[in-house]
């Protein structure tokens, strides 16, 4: 990547959040001339007991792929934006904050968690946002 480019990392997980995530960076990368790095992380930890450490990075390999054709398929005027993608063993909060620290923007969906969901659970986007060195956009849930 240049350094004249504007860099944008995006976290991608399969869900509405990380859709509209990837399609709000698609377009600021096409407005500012810049590139999108769509960013899933896995965790084998997490998966079914059934399921190998392989199956579940090639289900999120598959999954980040899709996602990335589908965006690229719909968004009008970002077609030329270049985007890299990328599967990340690890914490979502951890994986997005290594990835973004020599990005311009890092760019994530909120899924919509209640006060209390958030501080019992823990949240992803206020990990990020308190741990990431460069902006955070957080697109918020039914953002267009």
Same mark, same amino acid.
């Given at each position: ?19 509209? &995530? #990837?399609?709000? %960076? ?33 289900? %999120? ?7 990335? &054709? ?21 914490? %979502? ?6 990835? &973004?620290?020599?990005?311009?923007? #890092?760019? #994530? ?34 953002? %267009?």
């Amino acid at each position: 990547m240049g350094d004249n480019q504007h860099r944008i990392v995006v976290g991608v997980d399969g869900t509405d959040g990380g859709r509209r &995530a #990837l399609d709000w %960076a698609l377009h600021e990368a096409a407005t500012r001339g810049g590139t999108v790095r769509a960013v899933m992380s896995w965790r084998w930890d997490t998966a079914s007991p059934t399921d190998s450490p392989d199956t579940v990075r090639v289900e %999120a390999e598959r999954v980040l792929r899709d996602e990335i &054709a589908s965006q690229q398929a719909t968004a009008s005027g970002e077609a030329g934006v270049t985007v890299a993608a990328e599967v990340v063993e690890g914490r %979502a909060a951890d994986v997005l904050v290594r990835a &973004a620290r020599d990005a311009d923007l #890092l760019v #994530l969906g909120s899924h919509g968690h209640t006060r209390v969901h958030r501080t019992v659970l823990g949240s992803t986007a206020q990990e990020v946002v308190e741990s990431a060195q460069c902006p955070v956009v957080v697109i918020p849930t039914g953002a %267009a």
